[in-house]
Structures are given as C-alpha cells and as structure tokens.
T-cell receptor
Framework: DSGVTQTPKHLITATGQRVTLRCSPRSGDLSVYWYQQSLDQGLQFLIQYYNGEERAKGNILERFSAQQFPDLHSELNLSSLELGDSALYFC???????????????FGEGSRLTVL | GESVGLHLPTLSVQEGDNSIINCAYSNSASDYFIWYKQESGKGPQFIIDIRSNMDKRQGQRVTVLLNKTVKHLSLQIAATQPGDSAVYFCAEPLSGTYKYIFGTGTRLKVLA
C-alpha cells in the first residue's frame, strides 16, 4: 500500500459526460501528480501541484482540469468525454524536499475510466 | 488487467536467472533517475533510484547502472522470481522542473 488513495477505482460513462477523479496523497506529501496510462501511449504526465499551486503541466487537454485543495487532496476533472479518454488515471505524491529532482513518486492504484 | 502499451518490448527470463532491463535517455543534463515496477492492475511502485554523480547503486536483489557517456540506464535483477513479472519503467524528472517523464516500459516475463 503506497498510502495514496484514489477514487473511484472504476468508472463507466458515456461520451460527452463529465467526471471527477479524486486523489488523497500520502500523509505529509505536498506534491500531487496526475498521469494518464492508455494502451497505446504508456504513462503520460498530465499535471502537478505543489501545496495548492500548479507547478508543472504536461500534455493535458483543455477539456481536463485539476486542482489541489487546502487539505492537499486533488481532483482531476474530465469533461466532454470522448472514447479516446478511456484510460487508467494515476495520481502520485511526493515530499519534494530539497528541490524538484529528488524523491520518488508514490502512486495510487489508479482510476479506470471507460467511456462508451 | 492490462496496464501498458501494446508494443512493449518483452524480456523473457528463466526463473533463477538474472535479468537486465535497459533504458535510454535523451537529456544529457538529467541528474536523477528512478526505476519503477508496475504489476498488472496496479500502480507503478518505486524500486531504486540513482543520481548522476554515481555509476552504480545496489538494492536488495536489484542494481542500477548509469552510463552517462552513452546516456544509458540499466536495471539488473538477480535470481529473478515469478513475483518479478511486471512492466518496468525508467523515469527522470526534466532538469529544473517537477515533471517526471517515464520511458516506454519493458515487460518482464519470468518462465518457470
């Protein structure tokens, strides 16, 4: 158990809909990362927050947004869903002590999104 | 359940043999690397890391080697066990950023 909690574990929805994925980082971790893992693209970095502020952005679609709340949990919002958004969405957290290039990421079990 | 791309390189190893998984990186300024293991249906799990001021780092049954000259990283697993079957990723944070980039991944199959 990594200590990172993601909900829901599975989600099935229709095209055009909107969903929210939630992540609770490990106790004491200030950084939260979101990754998308689909069959044909591997692990793709979406976005990172540190103590409530956006720190890095990857190839995140405009239809997607995220935020980190004062209690450090994070939500990833996916809207106007398309079939191609079906994937595993992982949240990871880290302490980020000593700068950006230190420390491992602790991953949650992921949220599997299926868009029909 | 499935967790990674359809065209993953696959390494098949006999149980008890040593495994070597390779990773190439492109940014010569990268100064920190991590190896992750992802079992089917689970999130990636940290195995070992190495900084660019080191050539080698050993953990329990795993060793990471870093060759900065050719920008190559390898993960060696000693006495491979069935529980080592998974997809292995190398990852690096882009220099000066918090953005971790993951390699394509290698699927390790342990044959009994």
């Amino acid at each position: 158990d990594s200590g990172v909690t993601q909900t829901p574990k599975h989600l099935i929805t229709a095209t055009g809909q909107r969903v929210t994925l939630r992540c609770s980082p490990r106790s004491g971790d200030l950084s939260v990362y979101w990754y998308q893992q689909s069959l044909d693209q591997g692990l793709q970095f979406l976005i990172q927050y540190y103590n409530g502020e956006e720190r890095a952005k990857g190839n995140i679609l405009e239809r997607f947004s995220a935020q980190q709340f004062p209690d450090l949990h994070s939500e990833l919002n996916l809207s106007s869903l398309e079939l191609g958004d079906s994937a595993l969405y992982f949240c990871a957290s880290s302490r980020q002590i000593g700068g950006p290039n230190t420390g491992e990421l602790f991953f949650g079990e992921g949220s599997r999104l299926t868009v029909l | 359940g499935e967790s990674v791309g359809l065209h993953l390189p696959t390494l098949s190893v006999q149980e008890g043999d040593n495994s070597i998984i390779n990773c190439a990186y492109s940014n010569s300024a990268s100064d920190y690397f991590i190896w992750y293991k992802q079992e089917s249906g689970k999130g990636p799990q940290f195995i070992i890391d190495i900084r660019s001021n080191m050539d080698k780092r050993q953990g329990q049954r795993v060793t990471v080697l870093l060759n900065k000259t050719v920008k190559h990283l390898s993960l060696q697993i000693a006495a491979t066990q069935p529980g080592d079957s998974a997809v292995y990723f190398c990852a690096e944070p882009l220099s000066g950023t918090y953005k971790y980039i993951f390699g394509t991944g290698t699927r390790l199959k342990v044959l009994a």
